[in-house]
Structures are given as structure tokens and as C-alpha cells.
């Protein structure tokens, strides 16, 4: 039980909402960079601007049943919407099932839900914007500052760490290389993470991250296109999958 709902209930309903929300991510990923709106009118296809209907808007189901094309013009669906899907859901799933009450329970998808979009920036822009790394650094804080069972100090030092730890590396790539390696908003990300899940969680998140990205590297290799030195990996991107994946050892330090 969730305060007077049975948890299957809300398991249900928090990962119906996250694919539902997931959906909205992943318009928004294609369409705002392109200075696009995402609110306002009729969902189309970004190809043949076809007015889509409820049928071809159903949260993964419609990817699947469409086989990923368009049901007026064939064109590939962007991988990027059911990944936003499948990344909405997931989100909810971990918030319904960590957290003991639905208001815990909402802070933490929505975190979640910001994290994913993020995740998704990142590998298709490169771009990590202040608008959604500053929130969720500055949600965090205010998470510890009104609940009583969080530590303030905590957050306020894993995201002061966090920071300063990405900033090392960047600093020190940059004199050492000549070029930079990683972007100043990766360690904004670092810092929200820090601030979301505490300090004990970075290290599990890094290593997660960078194991992942090894793994990437050596999947390349293995199919015979290795990566070179001027080739770029989305850092941001493995780190918030990586805290996705961990939120529930943070909850235990959250909650």
C-alpha cells in the first residue's frame, strides 16, 4: 500500500503517466532545438506533416503495431520517441515501486522524467541546457530542505563534488590535450545528480556511466568501427541513464 492505494494500483498508474509523458520528451527532443513548438496544435508527422490520430499515439503500442513508420507516408518514426516511451515508463515504474508515499513518489519521477530528457538531448545535441540542469539541481535542495528525512548537507555536498569532480576532469583534459573533452554542462548534470540521489551515490553512478561507455567503445571495435580520438561519446547521456538505473539505491538516502 501507498497511503490508501494498493501499490499494483499505483505501479500501474505511474507507468502509464511516465510513457504518456515520455511521449511529450520525445516531440519535444526533435522539435524545440528545431525552434518548434511542442504544446500548441494538432500532433503530426514531422515528414508529411499528416494530422496523426489517437490510434498512432498510443505510448510504444502505436511504435510497435506501426513497425516504427508512418502510417500515411512510410517514413522511419525517430527512434528517439519510443526510446522516450520505454525511458517515461521505466522512470515511473522505479518511482511507484522506491518510494513509501505518492508525493515522494511524483518528486522522484519528475526528476526521472527531467534526467530522461536530458539523456536524450545529449545524444542527439550534444546539448545539455541550463534551463533543465539548473531546476533539477536547485529541486533537489528544496527536496532536503522540506522534508525532514533528507539531509541537506548531504545534497548540498554531493553536488558541490559532483561539480567540482567534472570540472577537474575537463580542467585537466583541456591542459593536457589542448582541446576540450567535455562540456561545462556535463558537470551542471554531475551536480543534479549529486543533489538528487547524495553523495555516496556519485561514485556508483560514474563508474556506471563510464563502464558503459567502455562497453560502446568496445562493441565499435568488435564490429570494426573503432572510435578515434576525434570522435565524441555523450557523457550526459551515460550519466543519466546511469542515475536512472540507481535511483533506487538513492532512494534509501532520499526517503
Not at 500501474?12 to 528545431?34: D, N, Q, W
Not at 526510446?83 to 513518489?105: F, K, M, Q
Request: a positive charge; charged letters at 15%; hydrophobic letters at 55%.
Amino acid at each position: 500500500m501507498i497511503g490508501a492505494l494498493p501499490l499494483p494500483v499505483v505501479v500501474i498508474a505511474f507507468s502509464i503517466v511516465g510513457a504518456i509523458i515520455g511521449s511529450f520528451i520525445g516531440a519535444s527532443v526533435l522539435r524545440v532545438p528545431r525552434g518548434e513548438g511542442v504544446v500548441g496544435g494538432r500532433s503530426h508527422c514531422d515528414h508529411c506533416n499528416h494530422v496523426l490520430r489517437a490510434i498512432d499515439l498510443v505510448p510504444l503500442v502505436s511504435y510497435a503495431w506501426l513497425r516504427g513508420r508512418c502510417r500515411h507516408c512510410q517514413v522511419s518514426i525517430a527512434v528517439d520517441q519510443p526510446l522516450a516511451e520505454l525511458g517515461g515508463l521505466i522512470v515511473g515504474l522505479i518511482a511507484a515501486l522506491s518510494a513509501p508515499t505518492l508525493a515522494d513518489g511524483a518528486l522522484l519521477a519528475l526528476s526521472g522524467w527531467t534526467l530522461v530528457a536530458l539523456a536524450l538531448l545529449d545524444v542527439r545535441h550534444f546539448w545539455l541546457p541550463d534551463a533543465l540542469t539548473l531546476p533539477l539541481i536547485l529541486s533537489g535542495f528544496a527536496a532536503a530542505a522540506v522534508m525532514p528525512e533528507i539531509s541537506f548537507t548531504d545534497r548540498l555536498v554531493g553536488a558541490t563534488c559532483g561539480y567540482g569532480l567534472i570540472e577537474a576532469l575537463r580542467f585537466g583534459y583541456r591542459r593536457t590535450s589542448g582541446r576540450d573533452g567535455l562540456g561545462a554542462g556535463d558537470a551542471k548534470l554531475f551536480a543534479a545528480i549529486g543533489a538528487w540521489l547524495g553523495l555516496a551515490c556519485l561514485p556508483w553512478v560514474l563508474v556506471l556511466a563510464a563502464s558503459s561507455g567502455l562497453a560502446i567503445v568496445g562493441y565499435r571495435a568488435c564490429r570494426g568501427k573503432p572510435y578515434s580520438r576525434h570522435d565524441r561519446l555523450p557523457l550526459g547521456t551515460l550519466l543519466c541513464m546511469a542515475a536512472i538505473l540507481l535511483m533506487p539505491m538513492g532512494v534509501s538516502t532520499i526517503f
